[in-house]
């Protein structure tokens, strides 16, 4: 907790993205801003502080998470709010640039800070006329490997969107020195001072550390955040989708709808519809090991919604996971609105007793060697940040948020040799690729791994080689 001369700020993080709710409480009100899917910790948190909350105030549509906004709304009756040209359920409520809100002693304004979406907003909180918080949503969060605010702009209107996010921070930069900035996308990028950690930094701060902040012009701005455009999610729109119905489901009734136990013999009748997969959720090398033929993996941890949600198309899901693991899954794939789960395998890996395989793998050394003579086929699917900060030379990049659909430029009669950042992707890459006929091999500690060998590594956006 955070305290003020008249309220207090509490963090609620997600173990699944890099995403922050905040909840702040003053005089016996509350309000949350930005919160996640399910409603349960913000409603214990209202009880724990014997406080009401009034308001639940959102940064901007969300392409990339599943917001509680509903879900609070319901329980609690509490207003929406939303920034101006918002597409939300009508009911919500639409703000205008410097909207003035009340949370018991501290005033909430809005700033329309538009460049990440046309309805992007920031929120001031002030006590007693001063300057004490920046609630921001994307017009700042970070990228750690450049040290730069990084923002998620529409390819569709590029230039409009660089130069209205330009004057967003510019805007921002009149906000005082002595203001603790809180952004709700992840951390502020600023070496040695994460919000996950540190809980927050003055905007003085960030003004110093960020290069954004001196640009001039917008073509200054876009050379200083240095970053390629991201593509949106692949499941944007089914995201956006339930972020502005009117309704959607909460922890409980989503569990009891998708975690229904199978046991094997089940599994493999409902295998035979070809829209219907595996999603194995175990740890790397156990995956590695055995797994059911065909089957998609996605890591046991905290980005397991965001990479599998880079390569799903909207099959039914049936999970494979630890014992008792298997309900954090379908709740973290909730999060990024994948709620296509029709059960998991009762009893795990253990009670499958059907036909099982092991994926190709190669220790990074051995691939070095193999590599330097030539005549074989490599991917690297990290992000376009670590491409451009060191690679393999000669190497293809399809980043793993486009595997799913670059992949078809592959040729199957070949085999190519997967890798990433510590050996995690590649192996999502890898189950995708195995299921639709691609033929691969993951190295084993990715690029970390390739790092004390002799293989020839390049920085820069350097060409890509002919596919």
């Known amino acids: 907790m955070i305290p003020f001369t008249k309220g207090a700020i509490v963090q609620t993080p997600s173990e699944c993205l890099s995403r922050i709710g905040y909840v702040l409480f003053s005089g016996g009100k509350a309000a949350i801003f930005d919160p996640l899917r399910y409603s349960l910790p913000y409603l214990q948190a209202m009880k724990a502080n014997n406080a009401v909350l009034e308001t639940v105030f959102l940064t901007h549509t969300f392409a990339d998470l599943v917001s509680g906004h509903q879900n609070l709304g319901k329980h609690t009756g509490a207003r929406i709010v939303i920034g101006p040209h918002s597409h939300v359920h009508p009911r919500y409520h639409s703000g205008h640039d410097n909207e003035d809100f009340r949370v018991g002693d501290i005033n909430v304004k809005m700033i329309h800070t538009p460049g990440h979406t046309a309805d992007s907003v920031t929120y001031l909180l002030q006590e007693d006329g001063r300057d004490i918080a920046l609630i921001t949503g994307d017009p700042l969060f970070a990228v750690p490997a450049n040290q730069s605010i990084a923002c998620d702009l529409n390819r569709k209107d590029m230039k409009q969107n660089i130069e209205e996010h330009f004057r967003s921070v510019q805007r921002l930069s009149s906000v005082a020195d002595e203001t603790l900035v809180f952004p709700t996308h992840g951390q502020l990028g600023i070496p040695g001072i994460n919000v996950e950690s540190k809980n927050a930094t ?8 960020l ?7 917008p073509e200054e701005f876009w050379k200083a955040l240095n970053i390629k455009a991201p593509l949106f999610p692949p499941n944007a729109a089914k995201i956006v989708s339930l972020n502005t119905s009117e309704s959607i489901l909460d922890a409980p009734e989503f569990l009891v709808k998708l975690l229904v136990p199978l046991t094997s013999q089940q599994v493999k009748e409902k295998l035979k519809d070809p829209n219907t997969i595996i999603l194995d959720a175990r740890p790397n090398p156990e995956f590695i090991h055995k797994n059911i033929p065909n089957s998609m993996w996605a890591p046991p941890n905290a980005k397991l919604g965001t990479f599998f949600a880079s390569v799903y198309r909207g099959e039914k899901i049936i999970i494979v996971a630890e014992p008792g693991q298997a309900e954090k899954v379908a709740l973290r794939l909730g999060e990024v609105g994948i709620d296509n789960v029709i059960g998991f395998l009762e009893g795990g890996i253990d009670s ?3 036909e099982v395989t092991n994926s190709k793998n190669i220790a990074p050394k051995v691939f070095a060697e193999l590599y330097s003579q030539g005549g074989i086929e490599a991917v690297d699917v ?16 399809i980043p793993l948020s486009s595997f799913a659909k670059e992949m078809e430029t592959l040729d199957k009669s070949k085999e190519y040799f997967l890798f ?3 050996g995690v992707r590649s192996t999502i890459a890898q189950s995708f690729a195995r299921r639709h006929g691609l033929k691969t091999i ?14 020839k590594m390049e920085s820069g956006d350097s060409p890509q080689p002919a596919k």
Do not use: P
């Open 202 to 209: 003055t905007l003085k701060e960030v003004r110093e550390k």
């Open 211 to 217: 290069k954004v902040f001196g640009a001039k012009t």
């Open 352 to 354: 499958w007793d059907g």
């Open 420 to 422: 990433c950042g510590s």
């Open 382 to 397: 990290r992000t376009g940040l670590e491409w451009t900060a060191k690679h393999v030379v000669g190497v293809q990049h």
């Open 442 to 455: 993951s190295v084993l500690q990715g690029f970390g791994g390739l790092t004390g060998t002799t293989i």
